[in-house]
């Protein structure tokens, strides 16, 4: 079966410092990954999606990006982070059109 | 772009009873999906039900139905038999079947009273 794993669970990191999120696919092959962010009680927030190793599509220019180094793998990075990266971030897996899955999220708090 | 709305920032609804949540799309696409998630207070999104948009029947899914209405670029969920456990964020999702585009309303709060 499926699975998707994403660390840290929470994070808590200054402003200017750093980010990396990974998140991993298992069971399945050339998945369509998906970066989100979700602010406190507000929706989901579409950051990156891509359709294979190397393929990134940026929906919202800010200071975040992604990379897809290996078919299951789904990096999320900042060099320097801002307050407004504050977030619950998601990652979601897709085949085709289908349903996407989530993971458990990553909480993340830029103090 | 596509735009996904959800009207309804906080719903009630008393034990037993159904409930219909509300989502209207905006897009020129002819081939998409339409989504619903439940989000709980632990922060996981958890799939409810599906719809295509060349689906002729209304998706259902236990006591989840889609209330599917393409002319009216509408996609409401109804919820039947609501039970405390539903109590929880519910979101409206829109892809694009030609690229995978993925795109969340800004979702209803649902709270079901014993």
């Known amino acids: 079966s499926q699975t998707i794993h994403q660390w840290p669970a929470t994070l808590v990191q200054p402003v200017g410092s750093p980010l990396s999120l990974e998140c991993t696919v298992e069971g399945t092959s050339n998945p369509n990954l998906y970066w989100y962010r979700q602010a406190a009680g507000r929706g989901l927030q579409l950051l990156f999606y891509?359709?294979?190793?190397?393929?990134i599509s940026s929906e919202v220019p800010q200071n975040l990006s992604a990379s897809r180094p290996q078919d299951r793998q789904f990096i999320l990075s900042s060099k320097k982070l801002l307050l407004s990266d504050s977030g619950f971030y998601l990652c979601?897996?897709?085949?085709?059109?289908?349903?996407?899955?989530f993971g458990p999220g990553t909480r993340l708090t830029v103090t | 772009a596509q735009k996904i709305t959800q009207t309804q920032p906080g719903m009630f609804v008393q034990e037993k009873e159904a409930v219909t949540l509300d989502c209207t799309y905006d897009t020129s696409d002819q081939s998409y999906g339409l989504f619903w998630y439940k989000q709980p207070s632990s922060g996981e999104m958890i799939f409810l039900i599906y719809?295509?948009?060349?689906?002729?029947q209304n998706a259902t899914e236990g006591r989840y139905s889609l209330n599917f209405q393409k002319a009216r670029k509408s996609a409401n969920l109804v919820i039947s038999a609501s039970q405390l456990g539903d109590s929880a964020m519910y979101f409206c999702?829109?892809?694009?079947?030609?690229?995978?585009?993925?795109?969340f309303g800004a979702g209803t709060r649902l709270t079901v009273k014993p």
């Open positions: 891509s359709v294979g190793i190397g393929q």
């Open positions: 719809q295509g948009s060349y689906d002729e």
């Open positions: 999702a829109m892809i694009r079947l030609w690229n995978n585009d993925m795109r």
């Open positions: 979601a897996w897709s085949v085709n059109e289908g349903e996407q899955y």
